[in-house]
């Protein structure tokens, strides 16, 4: 991330700060840690960055989120109006707390199990998206919020990144954080946000029931790592000594948050005055430095922006939803793939006025009524041979979103515009599967093919 006043922090890996210099530390160390790597890497690693008006083209706030979970763990769009309550509590996804009288209008895509939601949006223009942490705080024995939960609370009660920030920690010191958060393997975990509004974001990292609060100037980004040092705000626990020294070292580095929240930072600092939606997008979309012969299937370990999974214990994690949300002083754009890795999906324009096309809710296993399972048959189809078979539709991708963006800022019916822009993408994606399938299926690594294999088989997918 991007501190007031100072270089570019994070952990672990090579960054270029403000001058261009590069700075860091060592490069990734290989572990025999075996239960390390299966809990760093069963099921979550994700990616979040911000962009603030003096850093993007139009003066607006830019907020970019990758969902990285199981392969098989299907994301739900979900969007709730603004209500009054007069229950005395809500359920999260394990645990009850107190109702406020008044929620705001949200936009969440999230896991279809949980209650939070991995990122969102809400009617006043505040978004924001969580990460998986992995700190030294000692398990609480009972459930507490996931950081989802959090998350969703945050927006259904915030007007402002700053009331974001005192909700979620409230509520953090209140209840604690913890519970199963994987879909099929254990996972328990600690959580960090980017919090942004309309013209200001924050970073807020936790360790247990402790957090701290940093606020962004012009970009910033996280990964599955603590990143900060000196901060404006912190509970008592974390008051004294850097953030980053309650980090888990051997999870964290397991996770390779440091080289993926490296990469989205030095993209930020690059692009500076000139980040659009389109920029994050593709930074989104990111693979790293790679060439046209690029596969998925090349590597047993690593992984990059756009995370793509292979044989486990070290790869099992698939960025499963995508969002960049665009906010204005008055106007919020939000741009969902409600699918499945972004470089074979389409972005896909959603407003507060317009709503969400009907849909079935996505389940676990395929459904091919369902926007996400839909998309997963043309997915996968490309993981078989993914050079030949990305290079066939990837530009009718991109000119398809040019068309979606070039329209989104002129047209009148919201609600119908989004429609089309469903029905379009599913279309495409349709005539896409099938030039897919007329290029010969690589040969795949044994081990990459055989963990595709398995998860197509429990998921129902032939």
Same mark, same amino acid.
């Given at each position: =991330?991007?501190?007031?006043?100072?270089p570019?922090?994070?952990?672990?890996?090579?960054?270029?700060? %403000?001058?261009?210099a590069l700075r860091?530390?060592a490069?990734?160390?290989a572990f025999?840690?075996?239960?390390? @790597?299966k *809990?760093?890497?069963?099921?979550r690693?994700?990616?979040t960055?911000?962009s603030?008006?003096?850093a993007?083209? /139009?003066?607006?706030?830019?907020?970019?989120k990758?969902?990285?979970?199981e392969p098989?763990e299907?994301?739900e769009?979900a =969007?709730?109006?603004a209500a009054?309550?007069?229950?005395?509590t809500? $359920?999260?996804?394990?645990?009850?707390?107190p109702?406020v009288?008044?929620?705001?209008? @949200? !936009?969440?895509?999230k896991p279809?199990?949980?209650?939070?939601a991995? =990122?969102g949006?809400n009617?006043?223009?505040v978004?924001?998206?969580n990460?998986?942490?992995?700190?030294?705080a000692?398990?609480?024995?009972?459930?507490g919020?996931?950081g989802?939960?959090l998350l969703?609370l945050g927006?259904?009660r915030a007007a402002?990144?700053?009331?974001?920030?005192?909700v979620?920690?409230t509520?953090?010191?209140?209840?604690?954080?913890?519970?199963?958060a994987?879909?099929?393997?254990k !996972?328990?975990?600690?959580?960090s946000?980017i919090?942004?509004?309309r013209? *200001?974001?924050?970073?807020?990292?936790t360790v247990?029931?402790d957090w701290?609060?940093?606020q962004?100037?012009?970009t910033?980004?996280?990964?599955?790592?603590?990143?900060?040092?000196? @901060?404006?705000?912190?509970?008592?626990?974390?008051?004294?000594?850097?953030?980053t020294?309650?980090?888990?070292?051997l999870?964290t580095?397991?996770?390779?948050?440091?080289?993926?929240?490296?990469?989205?930072s030095?993209? #930020?600092?690059?692009? $500076?005055?000139r980040?659009?939606?389109?920029?994050?997008m593709?930074?989104l979309r990111?693979?790293?430095?790679?060439?046209p012969?690029?596969?998925?299937?090349?590597?047993?370990?690593g992984?990059t922006?756009?995370?793509?999974a292979?044989?486990?214990?070290?790869?099992v994690?698939q960025?499963?939803?995508? =969002?960049?949300?665009?906010?204005t002083? /008055?106007?919020?754009?939000?741009?969902l793939?409600?699918? +499945?890795?972004?470089?074979? +999906?389409?972005?896909?324009?959603v407003?507060?006025e317009?709503g969400?096309?009907?849909?079935k809710p996505?389940g676990?296993?395929?459904?091919?009524?369902? #926007?996400?399972?839909?998309h997963?048959?043309?997915h996968?189809a490309t993981? $078989?041979?993914?050079?030949?078979?990305?290079?066939?539709f990837a530009?009718?991708?991109d000119?398809?979103?040019?068309?979606?963006?070039?329209a989104a800022g002129?047209?009148?019916?919201?609600? *119908?515009?989004?429609a089309?822009?469903?029905?379009?993408?599913?279309?495409? %994606?349709?005539?896409? !599967?099938?030039?897919?399938?007329a290029i010969?299926a690589?040969?795949l690594?044994?081990l990459y093919d $055989?963990?595709?294999?398995?998860?197509?088989?429990?998921?129902? #997918?032939s």
């Open positions: =991330m991007t501190r007031r006043g100072g570019t922090v994070t952990t672990g890996a090579l960054c270029v700060t %403000e001058g261009g860091g530390g490069p990734p160390l025999s840690g075996h239960h390390a @790597v *809990q760093a890497h069963n099921g690693m994700c990616d960055f911000v603030l008006p003096d993007t083209a /139009d003066g607006s706030v830019i907020l970019g990758n969902s990285d979970r098989n299907a994301h769009l =969007m709730l109006p009054d309550h007069d229950d005395a809500v $359920r999260a996804t394990y645990i009850d707390v109702q009288s008044h929620t705001h209008a @949200v !936009l969440l895509s279809y199990w949980i209650w939070g991995e =990122m949006v009617e006043h223009g978004a924001i998206g990460e998986a942490v992995f700190t030294k000692k398990r609480e024995k009972s459930p919020l996931l989802m939960d969703r927006l259904e402002t990144a700053d009331e974001a920030v005192d979620i920690t509520l953090l010191q209140t209840h604690g954080q913890g519970g199963q994987g879909h099929t393997h !996972l328990v975990y600690d959580n946000f919090i942004s509004d013209t *200001q974001a924050w970073i807020l990292e247990g029931r701290a609060a940093q962004v100037d012009r910033a980004s996280i990964s599955n790592g603590l990143t900060l040092g000196e @901060v404006d705000r912190a509970s008592r626990g974390l008051q004294g000594a850097a953030v020294s309650h980090s888990d070292f999870y580095r397991f996770s390779d948050s440091a080289a993926r929240q490296c990469r989205t030095d993209s #930020l600092s690059a692009a $500076r005055g980040i659009d939606v389109s920029t994050a593709r930074l990111d693979h790293g430095d790679v060439g012969a690029w596969s998925p299937a090349q590597r047993l370990t992984q922006v756009c995370a793509h292979g044989f486990g214990p070290i790869r994690a960025s499963t939803g995508s =969002m960049v949300s665009h906010v002083g /008055d106007d919020i754009t939000v741009w793939t409600g699918t +499945s890795a972004p470089c074979t +999906s389409v972005f896909k324009p407003w507060f317009g969400l096309p009907t849909s996505p676990r296993q395929f459904d091919a009524n369902t #926007l996400w399972w839909r997963e048959v043309l996968r993981l $078989r041979n993914y050079p030949d078979r990305h290079a066939a530009k009718l991708r000119d398809l979103e040019a068309e979606f963006l070039a002129t047209t009148g019916d919201r609600a *119908q515009f989004t089309d822009c469903f029905a379009q993408a599913a279309r495409a %994606e349709d005539g896409w !599967l099938d030039t897919v399938r010969p690589a040969k690594p044994t $055989r963990a595709w294999r398995k998860w197509d088989r429990l998921a129902g #997918l």
